[in-house]
């Protein structure tokens, strides 16, 4: 071999320094872009929160960081939205639940979450419609639509502890009560019978 003296020294510059890392950051941005690409297209919110960190730290300004920041806040929506609903699904809350379902219709969710909330929703307001035929017709005072708004209610399944319910029981049972007596007094007034009319008016007034 040449004498050591004559040996040339490694190739050495700056710029090969410069261009070793720029090429270097290169498959590094390009290694983020294609994993953003990729989680976007799986919408995997924690992948790209991890993708758009390092897009920040190398201060990479791409279209697909933007696209990514863009899904990114759009999936932190939708999440929020389905947790609210779960929330007013667990609270049986009818207004919290329209408006949350509203808002998840408007951003395209579906799912089970959604599907759940749409039939409680729809029960909910059954429920509402059965309570107020049932105020309704107590206030009525008529038996005819009192049977009609129990009915109703058991079939829908209103809770049998909701007021309107217990009030409507009630005065049916009332009623009920009082057009026996009254069905006395008549017989025992067609009998002329005394005894039976003054037990009937007995009956009628501790009713």
Do not use: C, W, Y
């Not at 609270?91 to 799912?111: C, D, H, P, Q, Y």
């Not at 059954?126 to 009192?146: F, T």
């Amino acid at each position: 071999g040449a004498p050591a003296a004559a040996r040339a020294p490694p190739f050495q510059h700056e710029l090969l320094g410069t261009a070793t890392e720029l090429v270097a950051r290169i498959e590094k941005e390009e290694e983020v872009i294609a994993g953003l690409k990729k989680a976007m297209a799986a919408r995997d919110r924690g992948q790209l929160a991890e993708l758009l960190a390092q897009a920040t730290d190398m201060e990479l300004d791409a279209d697909e960081v933007r696209q990514g920041e863009a899904l990114k806040t759009r999936l932190e929506e939708e999440e929020e939205t389905l947790e609210n609903i779960k929330s007013a699904i667990a609270a049986r809350n009818i207004t919290n639940l329209a408006a949350f379902l509203s808002k998840a219709s408007e951003m395209g969710l579906s799912g089970p979450v959604f599907t759940e909330g749409t039939k409680l929703h729809a029960q909910l307001q059954a429920e509402q419609a059965a309570a107020k035929q049932l105020g309704e017709a107590v206030s009525q005072r008529d038996l005819d639509a009192i049977n009609a708004a129990i009915t109703k209610a058991e079939s829908i399944g209103l809770a049998a502890d909701t007021k309107e319910f217990v009030d409507a029981k009630t005065l049916k049972a009332t009623i009920e009560n009082e057009l026996a007596i009254l069905a006395k007094v008549a017989a025992a007034s067609a009998a002329r019978d005394m005894a039976s009319i003054d037990a009937a008016l007995a009956e009628a007034a501790g009713a």
